[in-house]
């Protein structure tokens, strides 16, 4: 069979946080390039994907990346399936909008606790330092492989009410450098990808904009009609989830082979300023 530009069939990749949102565009990016993908996430439920002719396979693995052991037992399934790992996408993460200090009543359910600060902290931050450790392990041991650290622009730029999110974020740009540093000599490439402000997926639930409108004094209509404003954006839109999708598999593939250490803001040109 040709191979594809991206030369990506047969390649095994684990895209954690896969059932949904980015993660789940990534994951079909990858199965219509032909490679075979281990779904960990927290879902019950398997999620669905197309098959196409060439696409390759999947495998569904109940995942808490939070917790070692679990981690563990799904690389040691994706092993068991497809007999090795090429790539790993940490893709899981959660937020949980929260104030600082909440000046209008204090200690109110939307200002920051140790509980919502250790739970954000330890999928978002820990949950890619047990992934990647334990991936990691394995590619040394055929001195190849590829780590894609999904970060945010909310890492690059902070974030009103989402502090440690924020800050979560940035330490995994952190552990990008830093872990390419560490693994090139060992032929194994480190990237990040920071998404922006991207098209609506089921992850915006009312719980979570609700949050996030009160922590920015605005109402849940505002905070709506917010992600429909451009004007900051160069580009004029919002992202797509296969846009993001599409440069993950590109950063993946032999075709970046010399790409190592960086972390792309894919965000249509929105800065600061």
């Known amino acids: ?35 075979n993908v281990v779904v960990g996430d ?43 790992i090429d790539i790993l996408v940490n893709n899981a993460g959660i ?4 104030l600082l200090v909440d ?7 939307y200002e920051l606790d140790e509980a919502i600060f250790d739970k954000i902290v330890n999928v978002n931050q820990k949950g890619v330092f047990f992934c990647t450790q334990a991936v990691v392990r394995e590619m040394v041991k055929a001195k190849s ?9 909310s890492g690059l730029e902070g974030s009103e009410g989402q ?21 090139g000599r060992q032929g194994i490439r480190v990237v990040g990808v920071a998404p922006g402000i991207l098209e609506a997926t089921g992850l915006r639930t009312i719980e979570y904009e609700t949050a996030l409108a ?4 605005i109402t849940v209509d505002e905070l709506r009609a917010g992600y429909n404003k451009t004007t900051t954006i160069p580009l004029g839109r919002s992202g797509k989830l296969s846009e993001v999708a ?22 249509g040109g929105k800065t600061r300023g």
Request: charged share 25%.
């Open 1 to 35: 069979m040709q191979k594809s530009w991206l030369e990506l069939e047969g390649k095994t990749v684990i895209v954690t946080g896969g059932a949904s949102g980015i993660g789940e565009a990534v994951v079909q990016e990858f199965l219509d390039n032909g490679a």
């Open 42 to 84: 927290m879902n019950s439920k398997a999620p669905e994907f197309k098959i196409k002719a060439n696409s390759g396979k999947t495998l569904y693995v109940k995942t808490d990346i939070s917790n070692a052991i679990s981690v563990n037992e799904m690389v040691e399934k994706a092993k068991l399936e497809f007999g090795r």
């Open 95 to 98: 937020n949980i909008p929260r």
């Open 103 to 109: 000046a209008k009543e204090p200690h109110s359910k």
């Open 145 to 153: 492989g590829v780590v894609i650290n999904m970060s945010s622009e």
């Open 163 to 183: 502090s440690i999110y924020a800050a979560t974020k940035n330490a995994v740009n952190s552990f990008t450098r830093s872990w390419a540093k560490e693994l």
């Open 214 to 217: 009160y922590t920015r004094e």
């Open 246 to 267: 599409d440069l993950v598999c590109y950063v993946a593939s032999s075709r970046a082979n010399y790409i190592h250490g960086v972390t792309y803001n894919v965000a």
